[in-house]
């Protein structure tokens, strides 16, 4: 029998449970949720089996670190950051919470990689190229209202660059966007990573 020393672990997998371990979060496993955070210190992560296709872990870890930031320091000892997703009242968090995702993923060319794969998919695709901007664009006749998912956002953007998750966050979207140029030229077009960091 051979002996077997060491474990295949996928690389962008290291890089966001690193990242989320420098933030004060132990990543689980569990085919009992889709992602939750219990309040204290654990984010519990779907398994394989249990999400979609294009789902990652790297993806569900960013889109939980992108809630806490729009929920602030507060949040950390709440289940849920503090969020009831069957609350309508909730919506505008979770749309802040896509707009930052949008806004930090652009700053390595992957918006697309990290989308949202929940039903919030949607909202997510018609982001404009600035997601922060409440800008609303000239002559438009249908939304003429400012999205008060902004504000929060903008905070939430605040919080990404100066607080004590700068840095690695920074570090985990970077590292992907070097496994994203890795891969240039030769994904096919069905492959997350296809046409990623280029742009």
């Not at 930052?100 to 018609?126: C, E, G, K, N, W």
């Amino acid at each position: 029998m051979r002996k077997i020393s060491t474990i295949y672990r996928d690389p962008l997998d290291i890089i966001w449970i690193q990242a989320a371990a420098k933030m004060g979060m132990r990543v689980h496993r569990s085919s009992e949720v889709n992602a939750s955070w219990d309040g204290c210190g654990t984010l519990t992560i779907g398994t394989p089996e249990t999400l979609d296709p294009d789902d990652c872990v790297a993806q569900m870890i960013f889109h939980e670190v992108c809630h806490s930031l729009c929920e602030g320091p507060d949040c950390l000892t709440k289940p849920d950051w503090g969020l009831d997703n069957s609350d309508p009242a909730k919506r505008v968090h979770e749309h802040a919470c896509l707009r930052l995702q949008a806004a930090l993923a652009d700053q390595v060319h992957m918006r697309s990689f990290f989308a949202a794969t929940t039903f919030f998919r949607s909202y997510y695709d018609r982001l404009p190229a600035d997601p922060l901007s409440d800008t609303v664009p000239q002559g438009d006749p249908v939304d003429t209202v400012i999205d008060p998912a902004i504000a929060i956002a903008k905070v939430a953007w605040d919080r990404a660059h100066q607080g004590p998750w700068a840095e690695p966050l920074d570090d985990a979207l970077r590292r992907s966007a070097m496994i994203a140029r890795a891969l240039d030229g030769i994904t096919t077009a069905e492959s997350i990573w296809h046409q990623q960091g280029l742009r």
